[in-house]
């Protein structure tokens, strides 16, 4: 998550006094990066995945699962494990810190290239770092891929228990302590800086789910904890469920894919296609229908951790007039693209139909140094952002030889696709990251939503695929893939030719060309990923039709055939979301009073499923018969 550098991380009103001297220096860093590396080509097609994951400790005699708050400690023990454990075809693992104290981030030791081969690496690494841990946890504590931890918030929800810190200096919630947050000074100082620029608490309310016995109207009451704190009673909406804190979206845990492009332009063109599917991928990867203890009417995390870092005041808001913030901005700092990047002419200047606030100034500095206007104005979009994590030691820097004011503000621009330049002095080339996709229970279901967008990347690039549509309506399917039971319920805008420069005897070319008007039509979900009779091939098909002219080996082929069944029968609703699983096991639980509350014991039961089931255990529901 972000830089973490030593030093001593500067409070709010500091960084406010040093807010433009890194934005000016980020930019020159940017420049000298892009001078260095524009130019660059022919870099390896490579790939890897990132994977987020929780420690959580199991009581049975309470019947009482928490958050195990020894992050660090297992972390430095991993560490070690992965050095010495022996190499094998699972390849290695590293380790990484996140948010939590109770969280972890894994990755491969080496990114994936391009032989087909590789896609067979991926579950068995995966596998390999639960192995890992399994080595060093003790038998009451598992670490597992679970998108959000069901009584976040819940009073006890962490061992050892702390209690929230509403008069504390860092989050001040009501729900969440600080003590959950990593000890890193990088990340309690995010969360009190983010609030602190803000002007005020962050707040999410996620619509309840209303069941037979939910109170109607469903309203919390939250009287002040600290004297002059009236924030919560304020904030919270009838009918929804409330969060006050950075660490209800941070906390969470997420499936991520990078991509190291050959060249800038094809980053660029890989940027804008992806960025039309990360509302498809998130609906089918819905993994989150319960938030501080209770069923929420959505399965999805998203517009959670959106809230949870939206450092804008109420100026930039539009909530007051504008007097000493520069711009009213529409987004978080986490949120949807808004502008495409590519130079293609598919790329159409009426597909960028929201607003893109940005700074002039920056953008013509970037525009007299060699960047086009699309990169220009991409850049000058995220650098309307102030830095939230400052170090002291950090300040002046040499612009020439150093790019962390750049990486500041970069970083904290969570998109849900992030445009990465080559580092400075480095092999890594242009880069784009895939951010939507929550988390899934095991390493099967983590590997074949891999596999599957790697593959559509191959697609992408070879077939020249054109996705383009309106950024307005990506914004909205995005807002209709966190609905609950959006997967088999809802229908997305999708563009409904994909391109003409398709293989032979591909479906697609079959028509004439439509109007400009007529391009999109709205689809489900089966139909985008398994196609439409005599109207729609659909995404899968077209991988199958990219790997029919691979000669692949049997045995590889069943193996990514495997991944592209379950993904088919995911988007038909035969194999369910992991949010629906979730939603069912809770309804159907004898201690589940039908009251929109997932207690304790509830709480645990599910916990404790989710262990068997991520040590292989079959469930028809959620994994079908892929896994047995």
Not at 23 to 29: E, F, M, N, S, W
Not at 91 to 117: C, D, F, K, N, Q
Not at 382 to 389: E, G, K
């Amino acid at each position: 998550m972000g830089l973490l550098s030593a030093g001593k991380p500067l409070e709010w009103p500091e960084v406010k006094k040093v807010a433009e001297h890194v934005r000016q220096h980020g930019i020159i860093q940017l420049i000298n990066v892009f001078k260095r590396v524009k130019d660059r080509q022919h870099d390896v097609l490579l790939w890897g995945d990132e994977v987020e994951c929780m420690a959580i400790k199991l009581d049975p005699e309470s019947k009482h699962a928490s958050l195990f708050l020894e992050g660090r400690s297992l972390l430095e023990q991993l560490e070690e494990v992965a050095k010495t454990w022996p190499r094998d075809e699972a390849g290695t693992v590293i380790w990484h810190p996140e948010y939590g104290r109770y969280m972890l981030e894994t990755t491969p030791g080496a990114p994936y290239g391009g032989s087909v081969a590789d896609f067979l690496k991926v579950e068995k690494n995966m596998a390999l770092r639960r192995k890992q841990a399994e080595s060093i946890l003790s038998p009451d504590v598992r670490l597992l891929t679970l998108t959000v931890f069901p009584r976040l918030g819940c009073p006890n929800f962490t061992t050892p228990p702390y209690a929230p810190s509403p008069g504390g200096h860092v989050a001040k919630s009501l729900f969440f302590p600080d003590e959950a947050i990593n000890e890193h000074p990088r990340f309690p100082t995010l969360t009190a800086n983010i609030r602190r620029r803000r002007g005020e608490k962050v707040a999410m309310n996620v619509p309840i789910f209303v069941d037979e016995a939910t109170p109607q109207p469903f309203v919390e009451e939250f009287p002040p904890l600290v004297e002059g704190d009236e924030e919560g009673a304020r904030a919270a909406l009838p009918d929804h469920i409330y969060m006050d804190a950075m660490g209800f979206g941070m906390g969470n845990s997420c499936l991520q894919i990078t991509f190291q492009a050959r060249s800038i332009d094809e980053a660029r063109d890989l940027y804008d296609q992806l960025a039309v599917v990360c509302p498809i991928m998130l609906a089918l990867s819905a993994a989150s229908p319960i938030f501080r203890g209770f069923l929420a009417d959505r399965d999805c995390r998203w517009s959670v951790i959106e809230g949870s870092v939206d450092c804008r005041t109420r100026q930039e808001r539009g909530l007051e007039p504008l007097t000493t913030d520069k711009f009213v901005i529409q987004k978080s700092r986490y949120g949807t693209i808004s502008s495409y990047l590519s130079q293609s002419p598919l790329n159409k200047r009426e597909y960028e139909d929201v607003p893109l606030e940005m700074d002039d100034g920056i953008r013509q500095t970037l525009m007299e140094h060699g960047f086009d206007e699309r990169l220009a104005r991409h850049f000058a979009h995220l650098f309307i952002r102030d830095p939230v994590a400052v170090y002291q030691e950090k300040i002046d820097q040499d612009d020439e030889q150093e790019t962390d004011h750049f990486e500041n503000i970069q970083s904290t621009n969570w998109q849900t696709m992030r445009f990465k330049p080559p580092p400075l002095d480095s092999d890594i080339g242009w880069r784009v990251e895939f951010r939507p996709c929550e988390v899934q229970i095991t390493d099967f279901e983590n590997a074949a939503f891999t596999v599957f967008v790697v593959l559509l990347t191959r697609v992408i690039l070879s077939f020249h695929l054109n996705l383009y549509m309106p950024l307005s309506q990506v914004d909205e399917n995005m807002s209709r893939a966190q609905q609950r039971d959006a997967a088999r319920a809802t229908r997305f805008w999708f563009r409904k030719q994909l391109g003409d420069e398709m293989p032979v005897g591909s479906p697609f070319v079959d028509g004439e060309a439509e109007p400009d008007s007529s391009l999109f039509a709205e689809f489900t979900i089966d139909e985008i990923i398994n196609g439409k009779p005599h109207e729609f091939t659909g995404l899968v098909p077209l991988i199958h039709l990219y790997l029919k002219s691979m000669h692949l080996e049997l045995s590889t082929r069943c193996v990514i055939n495997k991944y592209l069944s379950f993904i088919s029968k995911k988007a038909s609703g035969e194999v369910v979301t992991t949010a629906t699983w979730m939603r069912d096991f809770v309804q159907a639980h004898p201690g589940y009073k039908h009251d929109s509350i997932v207690s304790d014991e509830v709480a645990y039961d599910l916990i404790q499923r989710i262990d068997e089931i991520s040590q292989g255990a079959p469930d028809e529901a959620l994994l079908g018969a892929f896994v047995r």
